[in-house]
């Protein structure tokens, strides 16, 4: 069935240096991978998004990218700060349906 | 503009009672899901609606839980019997619906404790 893999469980930087989040999807019908960051005892915030006709989007600091043939898209956070630090979640959906969730990483930025 | 939000944010019930979870949507958004995150199992879906019917009822986990959608707006889950697997945050998410809209908004969840 539908599957994501998202690795590492567990990332941690200093502020000021980058952070790079991957994930490897099964189904290559495929077509919408959304991020979410979850703050303690918060839902799930939507940061950035990428379509499968596209293979980089840009937003501030944060940039996501697409490999359709290798199946695999990536989170970068450059310029970490402090209030980076949460549970990031990657996802894929073939359809406007269901979100198939990556199963979080734990980003924690130190100052 | 308002976000999604549901009630209660915590629940604590007895083994064996029934429950019932409550999500409202971002006003104008057409669809509307369900999703179960706990610490082994991570985040779950369990149900989609477009409007006030559910194509994708593939990830309820038993035939103790249902979902309903009134007026293609509140929308509620309801769990009977409750077991102590249950227990889990229950998030809502909504999204517009429209042709070229994939995006979801989370609301904070519930916190569902089975004693």
């Known amino acids: 069935g539908e599957n994501v893999e998202q690795h590492p469980s567990t990332l941690s930087v200093q502020e000021g240096d980058s952070a790079v989040i991957k994930c490897t999807y099964s189904d290559s019908a495929s077509n919408y991978f959304p991020w979410y960051k979850q703050e303690l005892g918060k839902g799930p915030q939507l940061i950035i998004d990428i379509r499968s006709n596209v293979g980089e989007k840009k937003d501030q600091r944060i940039a996501v990218t697409l490999n359709k043939t290798a199946k695999h898209f990536s989170l970068h956070i450059t310029e970490t700060q402090p209030e980076d630090s949460a549970v990031y979640f990657c996802a894929a959906t073939t359809q406007r349906g269901k979100l198939i969730f990556g199963q979080g990483t734990e980003l924690s930025v130190k100052p | 503009g308002a976000g999604v939000s549901q009630s209660p944010s915590n629940k604590v019930t007895e083994k064996g009672k029934d429950v019932e979870l409550r999500c409202d949507p971002i006003s104008g958004h057409t669809a509307l899901y369900w999703y179960r995150q706990s610490l082994g199992q991570g985040l779950e879906f369990l149900i989609y609606?477009?409007?006030?019917?559910?194509?994708?009822k593939s990830g309820l986990p038993s035939d103790r839980f249902s979902a309903e959608r009134t007026g293609g707006s509140v929308s509620t889950l309801t769990i009977q019997r409750t077991q102590q697997e249950d227990s889990a945050v229950y998030l809502c998410?909504?999204?517009?619906?429209?042709?070229?809209?994939?995006?979801?908004?989370f609301g904070p969840g519930t916190r569902l404790t089975v004693t």
């Open positions: 998410a909504s999204s517009p619906g429209g042709a070229d809209s994939y995006e979801q908004y």
């Open positions: 609606f477009q409007g006030n019917s559910a194509p994708d």
